[in-house]
């Protein structure tokens, strides 16, 4: 398919004009594209962005309709009756106006299709290799969504041991990326954005691009990873173990398992049981796991607090 057949066929798609058949086709189609999925997600949100321009032009009309309003005459007090209601016509023709546009402008929801859009329902079957993960199963972490912190309610001692058994994650990080590619070797172009902003340590941008990244995208786990080390400086550590918990179901590193445990511990007022079962399992003398002497010891102070 030609580009300009994909663009009309996506416009198509988005506006809800496709056959019913030949729709359920063309969603197949984007469930085993990954590249397909990404430029539907780019015309979704070009889409929203020409909606948003129509309305403030919209309210920046209603503002000049009303001043106009505003500045015609008031009727003298001995005006005759024709006076006033020349002025009421003349309103009532404004109002009109200003309705008919509202209708023709305003973004409608009838014309969006009945199914979510691409990024929330389909995941490629196939993926491209990379050099640090592979897509999860798991939804990423809602930016929006309010997630009530308990700070005050956990132990600073325990905050700071995790912050300091935490301390060398960004600059593993930082080491990762400096190894296998540069910030123009990525193929998202939200995920390239947000790790120049993270080696810049420009941590509000990082953030705001890394959360574009999404779930279906291979370098979500990456882009949960970052974001759980901006969370951290946050202190917000209940959407940094979030977003840990998220890169670890897909990483076999044992230091990833030993970095998890001490995200549970920052936030150990909503991860307790989460937090023991870990201890144990690295702690565990047949395990063998290369961080058992250092659980050991955490056990050890923890036993002292």
Not at 160 to 178: F, K, V, W
Request: charged share 25%; hydrophobic share 35%.
């Amino acid at each position: 398919m030609n580009k300009d057949a994909t663009f009309e066929k996506i416009e198509a798609w988005l506006s809800g004009e496709l056959p019913e058949a030949e729709a359920r086709a063309f969603e197949a189609e984007i469930a085993t594209d990954a590249a397909l999925a990404t430029e539907v997600e780019r015309h979704r949100r070009g889409r929203e962005g020409l909606d948003r321009l129509a309305e403030q032009a919209l309210q920046g009309d209603m503002v000049r309709w009303q001043e106009s309003l505003n500045e015609l005459p008031a009727p003298p007090a001995d005006a005759s009756p024709a006076t006033r209601t020349t002025k009421w016509i003349i309103a009532g023709v404004l109002g009109l106006l200003l309705l008919v546009t509202v209708y023709w402008l305003w973004p409608s929801t009838e014309l969006q299709p009945n199914n979510s859009p691409a990024q929330e329902n389909l995941t490629p079957q196939t993926q491209p290799p990379v050099p640090i993960a592979v897509m999860p199963s798991d939804e990423p972490v809602n930016e929006n969504k309010d997630v009530k912190q308990k700070e005050d309610k956990n132990s600073a001692q325990l905050i700071a041991m995790a912050e300091t058994n935490l301390s060398d994650l960004r600059g593993a990080i930082l080491q990762q990326y400096g190894q296998t590619m540069g910030d123009e070797d990525e193929e998202n172009p939200f995920f390239a954005a947000g790790l120049k902003a993270f080696k810049q340590n420009d941590l509000k941008t990082a953030k705001k691009d890394l959360l574009q990244v999404l779930k279906t995208d291979p370098y979500f786990p990456s882009a949960q990873e970052m974001l759980a080390s901006i969370y951290l400086g946050e202190k917000n550590y209940s959407k940094a173990a979030q977003c840990y918990e998220s890169f670890v179901r897909q990483s076999a590193d044992p230091a990833s398992d030993w970095r998890l445990l001490q995200f549970y511990l920052a936030d150990y007022q909503n991860h307790k049981p989460e937090f023991l079962k870990k201890l144990r399992e690295i702690s565990a003398p047949g395990n063998h796991h290369r961080f058992q002497k250092e659980a050991e010891q955490l056990k050890r102070e923890m036993g002292n607090k």
